[in-house]
């Protein structure tokens, strides 16, 4: 029987003391619903974020406990499959986001699903690329909620986070806790003005510790042809710092460059990228080519 | 006869007191030659760079003057070909970069090109995607070091500009005094160690002032796909605040959106991206699909 939790199974802020509401082997796939970042309060274009109950956003579907997962290890979340159902919304908040000054007046729109695309004013017609904007498990200490991105992970809204990427997570309470949600059926790198195409979605996902990457700077997302360190600060500055050197050390410490050729293939070939300036934590990432370390001998043990 | 520089005919810092070189009209093509970012001096692994003369860094061709060209007219500059001659040079500098930290060893490589590749160390073998570093026109006052991004253009590092592409400046003297160098035969975004494939090159260009486009804020860049608007200052966080700034005015005061809908759409299709984070300046760009305002009736006027 297929292990699935409904979008009514929802925390809203990662912590070591969270209860478990679903508990999965690891390789075992399990099925997450979501809800959108609003927790499915904004139906129509009428309902305004002045009305918004903002101890419900940001839910997450889960936790859940992962068996054989002690705290330090490094867990290989796989995003099997991920759709979005439903409808979108965005809104506008004057003071918030970085047109926050220029915003003045607020609006809920919602945006229609048609054909793999997502239907902006009736008028623009945007291909889907559906992302998950929050996905993260229990921090080492407190309780972050789940609008904050940080090293458990969290609210990155990193456009990588889709289907067919592995995502790594390092564990800090015995089984991880997982959980995500906030999934958007489109956004662009940097959110500007606080939200994507927020939407309800379902997830199916495997997760395993990868014991050869313990020490591995997490978060840490791996797709069919790069990696990417995601770090989030205070300022921009501050992440894409963090996530650059989080990126050297991947190419240092696992992958055995030299520091010199870490950062010089780093400044040819690598890119370092904005996934959100408005949490407002920012988030930034560092990627890198897959193939360029293959040429040194290196690839992700499985 | 063919109006071309060669690369003696250089100058350090964009500034409204310079000598024009040349003189071109509007539309008509000319032809500059490029240093490498170190002028050259750099010619082999054994130069290192506390060899340098710091005095003779960033070189720029020109300045160009461009007939009928008035302070606060808005110049389109259309990089027609852009090719790289001769050899790459990179370096690392302990201190400098974002990984300045870490960097203990002062070393100088050179890259040979192979097929359209660049070579690093005989191992990986990139493919090239040349690119222009500094390009920019006399600032309205005093005189800022080929070295630094601002208003005027400089050293964006912008991986945009290359060949097939415009870029729009806003002159601030008569004739706007036209410059560009520092090309790079490939870079990634970031620059982290404060270099990508330094190279020198050959650029053929045409400009022409487009009176629609008064008031449009400058640095600006059109390829055959997207608008980016380019802001540089003393933080990323700025920088990203001022190039999304920038993109929003285009979309409301150029292409007549209301507020609302440019930010909305630029949180789903636009994207915040990082040019450089090394100069010290710090360079961002915000990038949008053409596509889109085409479905607003909005076009470059040409």
Redesign the interface.
């Given at each position: 029987m297929e292990k699935k939790l409904t979008r009514d199974k929802v925390f809203y802020a990662f912590s070591t003391d969270l209860e478990p509401v679903m508990r999965v082997a690891q390789g075992e796939e399990f099925v997450l619903e979501t809800h959108d970042c609003f927790a499915g309060q904004l139906k129509s274009e009428k309902d305004l974020l002045d009305g918004l109950d903002w101890d419900r956003v940001n839910p997450a579907t889960g936790p859940v406990f992962i068996d054989n997962v002690n705290p330090g290890d490094v867990l290989r979340v796989d995003l099997v499959k991920v759709k979005v159902v439903g409808q979108s919304t965005?809104v506008?908040l004057p003071g918030e986001?970085?047109?926050g000054d220029?915003?003045?007046?607020m609006?809920t729109?919602i945006l229609k699903y048609q054909d793999n695309h997502?239907v902006?004013?009736d008028?623009?017609s945007?291909p889907m690329a559906p992302m998950v904007g929050v996905i993260g498990v229990a921090p080492a200490e407190g309780r972050i909620p789940n609008g904050e991105p940080a090293a458990h992970g969290g609210n990155m809204d990193c456009t990588l986070i889709t289907e067919g990427v592995s995502v790594y997570f390092t564990a800090n309470v015995p089984g991880a806790l997982f959980g995500c949600g906030d999934f958007h059926a489109?956004?662009?790198?940097?959110?500007?003005?606080?939200?994507?195409?927020e939407t309800p979605g379902e997830i199916r996902l495997k997760a395993q510790v990868i014991p050869e990457l313990k020490g591995l700077a997490t978060p840490f997302i791996e797709t069919s042809d790069l990696f990417a360190a995601v770090a989030s600060a205070g300022?921009?500055?501050q992440a894409?710092?963090d996530a650059?050197?989080n990126m050297?050390d991947l190419l240092t410490q696992f992958a055995s460059l030299s520091?010199?050729?870490?950062?010089?293939?780093?400044?040819?070939?690598?890119?370092?990228?904005?996934c959100q300036?408005v949490d407002p934590q920012?988030t930034?990432r560092?990627e890198f080519p897959k193939w360029?370390l293959k040429?040194y001998g290196f690839q992700m043990p499985r």
């Open positions: 965005m506008t986001g970085v047109l220029k915003i003045a007046q609006e729109v997502v902006f004013r008028k623009i945007i489109v956004m662009g790198d940097g959110e500007i003005v606080i939200c994507g195409a300022t921009l500055d894409s710092s650059t050197h050297a520091i010199n050729d870490a950062g010089l293939l780093m400044s040819l070939v690598g890119h370092l990228k904005v300036v920012k930034a560092f360029v040429e």
